[in-house]
């Protein structure tokens, strides 16, 4: 574990002492749930800033306030379908995401804009369609 002055331990250290190495099945279940807590709290602070309730912000977008409340407390899954029409109908915003590769220094960003009718099911099947299909 790297010592910074004055028996201070970096943030980074202190979490691979409790949670292993990156790559390491309990730091990867760590920062999965990291990352789901940093969602959900992002979400309560983009509703707060525009002045919604929960329950306001799940009329917006065709949800339940308890949905909203279990996302923003990390107590839920959240399907991408779902945040996608929390992020663009509830807060008027667009969802932009990045994928680092944990032994590849490249990452991919980019934004993702589906039409309020797509059907991830019907897609999905015509991929694997396409996929399989010689």
């Keep these: ?32 749930g990291f990352e789901a807590f940093k969602l959900g709290a ?5 509703r707060k800033e525009q002045g919604l309730t ?35 109908e509830g807060l008027g915003g667009q969802l932009k995401f990045s994928v680092d590769l944990l032994n590849d220094a490249k990452s991919l960003s980019g934004v993702i804009n589906l039409p309020e009718n797509y059907d991830h099911k019907k897609e999905y099947q015509k991929h694997i369609v396409s996929k399989y299909s010689n």
Aim: charged share 30%; net charge positive.
């Design 1 to 32: 574990m790297k010592k910074m002055n004055n028996n201070l331990t970096s943030f980074e250290s202190h979490i691979e002492e409790q949670y292993g190495k990156r790559g390491s099945k309990m730091r990867e279940e760590y920062e999965e």
């Design 42 to 46: 992002m979400l309560q602070e983009l």
């Design 54 to 88: 929960q329950e306001q912000l799940a009329q917006k977008c065709g949800t339940t306030k308890t949905y909203i409340s279990r996302i923003e407390n990390n107590a839920s899954d959240i399907r991408l379908s779902t945040l996608m029409r929390i992020i663009r």
